[in-house]
């Protein structure tokens, strides 16, 4: 006589389960955040990117290219800031895939596999450990602009939302950086992947030159690139003038890349972890 074993069904989470398992997922992202700015702290070199970096760019860009472009030093200054202050923060997010490839290479994620955490709680904390490196960039970029003269026209309120802007798609961007640093094998591999990234989205714009000065060609990819739409809201923002296009357009850009480039980025890192 036989008997016949039937498999019990499988048991949906319910839903007090799922805000329990969101809750500690929360919980020990914001612990690895803190690990993640800790390790930075320690080790101040790591914040030369976003602090003397973008000095540098402002000191060559205003200095080398404001008479032939603007006529004027002060006044490309007052062009030129907003815009570098959305390429300085984006560079700064690439910090976050080279940090986790290192990690990786060291068997420090070997480490949070034993763990009782969420398998994305690693990624996510490093990631918003990084949000220092933006907050630190921008005031560093604001406090030498205003010290070589740039002010801006509207006041404290939308200069702090061109800074949120700004540190939104950077944190959005960040998640093509991550996974750049799950599939490289090597800490360069990643800085090198990274820049081809970066440099058509940050170079391709209005950054330098107004935008009506440019070839066909490159106004029509300036015309969708959000990291241009970006520093048209910056600008306005900072300066004065219409927002409403650049802020929409970056806002729903960023949502679109979070959705796409943070699945990737777990299930890479699933693989290799």
Known sequence: MTTTETAAP???AAPGEERRGTFRLARHSLALAGRSIRKTLRTPEQLLDVTLQPVMFVVVYVFLLGGAVAGSTGDYLQFLLPAIMVQTVLFGGMATGVNLNTDIKKGVFDRFRSLPIGRSAPLIGSVLGDLIRYVLAEAVLLGFGYALGFRAHTGIVPVLAACLLTVFLAFCVSWAFVLVGMLMREPGGVQGAAF?????LTFGTSMVTPK???????????????????MEAARGLMLGGPVATGVVWTLVSGVVMLAVLAPLAVAAYRRRA
């Open 10 to 12: 499988s048991r949906a």
């Open 212 to 230: 009506d000065t440019l070839p066909g060609w490159l106004r029509a990819w300036v015309s969708v690139n959000p990291v241009n739409h970006a």
């Open 196 to 200: 081809v990234v970066l440099f058509p």
